[in-house]
């Protein structure tokens, strides 16, 4: 039975992304560590602060996760859910799991804690990149219906492996962000169609920022997660090089495209047009027939 990623809430993802019966949750709600600004604001506080850490076994091996609860707040950073995080990288350095897995949901940094939620996303970048160091993979899982942007998407960027649905965004800025900055012919965030072109899983996997997609069913999402254990990327000087020739590369070729459907088209789809109605399992076939490279 197909269980739908989006719809679930974090627990639900963990407990089926794991093999049954093993996780096991660290400060769980019991624990009610809560962040300490949004009673001062008046704002109203989630026993978990948003996001739900601990271990649990995945294919016989053991892995360390965290969850995003989108539904609170938009899954927000802030210092107490960012310190969550950071304790589990941590963690991760001495147990060596076979894999921390993040299930991200997320708008970005949480306003109402405004620099402590942005001195959370540094420490947690510098956590994740300190255990991909050791040699243990991390690996993003992207599919909730906030998407994953801001902070956060920073965030998922410095992981060894993405994962995203088909319906699953990954950006820096979110929609109503960009068209706030810089206004609605810029980015009109009204446009769902043109919103998923440009943020969505098909697109982010066309260009590269994704490295497996699936459709919008937990099972998939663990299969694309077992099969990435134990799979660590060079984390060093020429592989950051590598990256920056390659985004500078990216930049060149489609710096002026205003639509996705512009880049699919340049960089050799037949039918752009047609991308949008495509199953995830279609993909690959589209990307390898692809006579340029799009990434």
Avoid at 11 to 22: K, N
Avoid at 184 to 192: K, M, Y
Wanted: net charge negative.
């Amino acid at each position: 039975m197909n269980r739908s990623f989006a719809e679930s809430t974090a627990r639900e993802r963990v407990t089926h992304l794991l093999d049954a019966d093993t996780f096991h949750e660290i400060l769980g709600p019991a624990e009610r560590v809560v962040s300490p600004h949004l009673a001062l604001l008046g704002v109203p506080s989630a026993f978990d602060d948003g996001v739900v850490i601990g271990s649990g076994l995945l294919d016989g091996q053991a892995i360390l996760v965290a969850a995003q609860e989108g539904e609170f707040m938009g899954g927000g950073v802030g210092e107490v859910h960012g310190a969550k995080l950071v304790g589990l990288f941590k963690r991760a350095l001495v147990v060596q799991p076979a894999a921390v897995i993040v299930l991200a949901e997320s708008g970005g940094v949480r306003l109402h804690e405004a620099n402590a939620g942005l001195i959370a996303v540094s420490e947690v970048m510098r956590a994740l990149l300190d255990v991909r160091a050791q040699g243990v993979p991390v690996i993003m899982l992207i599919g909730g219906a906030n998407g994953c942007f801001g902070g956060m998407g920073l965030i998922a960027r410095c992981a060894d492996h993405v994962v995203m649905s088909d319906i699953g965004r990954l950006a820096m800025s979110g929609p109503e962000v960009i068209e706030s900055s810089n206004g609605v012919e810029e980015f009109d965030s009204r446009d769902r169609a043109l919103v998923w072109r440009t943020t969505g899983g098909k697109h982010r996997y066309l260009t590269g920022d994704c490295d497996v997609l699936v459709e919008d069913d937990v099972a998939q999402f663990r299969a694309a997660a077992m099969g990435l254990l134990g799979q660590s990327l060079p984390l060093s000087l020429a592989s950051m090089e590598a990256e920056h020739a390659l985004l500078a590369s990216r930049l060149s070729r489609y710096g002026d495209c205003r639509d996705a459907l512009d880049i699919w088209q340049r960089s050799g789809v037949a039918e752009p047009l047609r991308v949008a109605d495509m199953e995830a399992g279609q993909m690959p076939v589209l990307k390898a027939l692809n006579p340029k490279e799009l990434a």
